[in-house]
């Protein structure tokens, strides 16, 4: 079975600076990875995905994410933060050739300070 | 866009109650899940469904079933509700082929759920 931890429960920032939320994943097998945000009151929205080829992964809000095989790993990155950006973020994996749902970590609890 | 909707924001129900959540999607996606999420926990599938009368338990499935008699409704029952079982309930659909693992989740806004 795969697994999500992503290492940090809270990283405050601050405005228009960079940020990075880390993921690391564990599978036997290969995965497709996705980050979600959060915002309050509200359901998941798909930030980004990879599901193969390039391993720098391009998503809406200046988002990106890098697939690291060999450290098994998928962080998230902004290079320029905005109050707006001040949500949960969700990182999750699912198994490549039939998925039984999807195995989220247990969010980042990301905090633009002014 | 996708459209998943889920029928209420907020709900508030007593122990022991049989409990509905509801969910619709628009996208004719062939599969829909249910998830719960829970601070420090992130979110637990509870059950998922890749047909009409198909069903498949999650990680979390206990004190739970599930519903699909359309295409586009998915149904969570809470059998006998329990004081734990108060959570934020979160309904996803995606497309079905050519795998089911590549496809992203379209998530519904959630339903808030206490039990007295």
């Known amino acids: 079975a795969q697994s999500v931890t992503q290492l940090d429960s809270q990283v405050p920032v601050f405005e228009e600076a960079p940020v990075e939320l880390r993921c690391n994943y564990s599978?036997?097998?290969?995965?497709?990875l996705f980050w979600y945000v959060q915002y309050p009151n509200q359901g998941l929205q798909l930030l980004l995905k990879?599901?193969?080829?390039?391993?720098l992964v391009k998503g809406i809000n200046g988002f990106e994410a890098e697939f690291n095989k060999s450290q098994t790993s998928f962080h998230l990155r902004k290079p320029s933060v905005h109050i707006s950006d001040t949500a949960e973020y969700f990182c999750?994996?699912?198994?490549?050739?039939?998925?039984?749902?999807?195995?989220f970590g247990k969010g980042t609890h990301l905090i633009i300070q002014p | 866009d996708v459209k998943v909707t889920q029928s209420s924001r907020y709900l508030v129900k007593r122990t022991g109650e049989k409990v509905f959540l509801e969910c619709v999607q628009d996208?004719?996606?062939?599969?829909m899940f249910w998830y719960r999420q829970d601070p420090g926990l992130g979110l637990r599938l509870i059950y998922f469904?890749?047909?009409?009368?198909?069903?498949e338990k999650g990680d979390i499935p206990e004190g739970y079933s599930v519903s699909r008699e359309k295409k586009e409704r998915f149904s969570l029952i809470l059998e006998s509700a329990s004081t734990n079982q108060t959570s934020m309930y979160l309904c996803?659909?995606?497309?079905?082929?050519?795998?089911?693992?590549?496809?992203?989740?379209?998530f519904g806004d959630g339903t808030r759920l206490s039990i007295l």
């Open positions: 996803a659909s995606s497309l079905g082929r050519p795998l089911r693992g590549n496809q992203p989740q379209h």
């Open positions: 599978s036997s097998v290969s995965v497709y």
């Open positions: 990879y599901l193969s080829g390039s391993t």
């Open positions: 999750a994996v699912s198994v490549g050739g039939g998925a039984d749902g999807l195995t």
């Open positions: 996208m004719d996606h062939e599969n």
């Open positions: 469904s890749y047909d009409v009368k198909m069903k």
